[in-house]
């Protein structure tokens, strides 16, 4: 279980992100005391995490004030998280280790390979189709062989899009056949990838698996782009909208869990 200092973090977080502070508000320890039910010890020790992943700052003698992620950050960490990956599936390419787990990520294939083929989106397949893709990115962290890169990987996954294995979803794929068949496609099209790259560590081939790899964690930067393009005023919450499955705690009331690979 969380401590409670934890998971103070993790509702206050949520709050940030949905935008329910302002950008430089600051953070009134006994508002949130008041809020959350509790003394100021464990707020503080929430507040003392935030710091550290960047969403509050603290002013000498002043206390804590908001530190709002934009969808400007939110790109630049996918785009550290997609060399981190890289070169995650690269160093496991060259491992002697790495037929250890390549079983792990042809399962993972073949479960999303199988939900595809089913010609449907529903709750329980997207949630699946979500394990089962951070059971394949998982395997390449633990393959590795290289602690730090998950390490880093696990600093910037508070953040809308940014837990191993995320996925993403347009919003409009179920309001008709043809953009239910346009999402499938793309799914098929992530997990052709996959399979390439299991190919590529299958047979050592460190260059191609980590090739492949960058294209594909590249799709995700393009999603944004294209939502940025689509939507006007494009903000982080409604990033959130795109990945609650993932972030399943900061999901909202009648709000859909939304996924793509």
Known sequence: MESIDAELATKIRNDILHGAYAEGERLSEAKL???????????????????RESLVRRSDGRGYFVQSPTVSDIIQAVQVRGHLESLAIRL???SPDRHKHLQQMADAIDTIESLTSLGRLDDDIRWQM???NKAFHGAI????????????CAQISHLPMLEVGSMVFDRGVLSSPDQMKRGLFRLQLGNAQHKVMLEAVEKGDAVRAEGVMQEHSHTMIEYIQMFEKRENGLT??????????????????????????
């Open 130 to 132: 979500q394990a089962a």
């Open 33 to 51: 005391c008041d809020t959350h039910q509790v003394s100021r010890t464990p707020i503080r020790l929430a507040l003392r995490i935030l710091e």
């Open 236 to 261: 982080v919450s409604d990033l959130i909208s795109y990945s609650s499955l993932t972030h399943d705690a900061t999901t909202q009331p009648n709000q859909d869990p939304k996924i793509v690979i």
């Open 92 to 94: 496991m390419a060259q």
């Open 141 to 152: 962290l633990e393959g590795c062989a290289n602690d730090y890169i998950g390490y880093t």
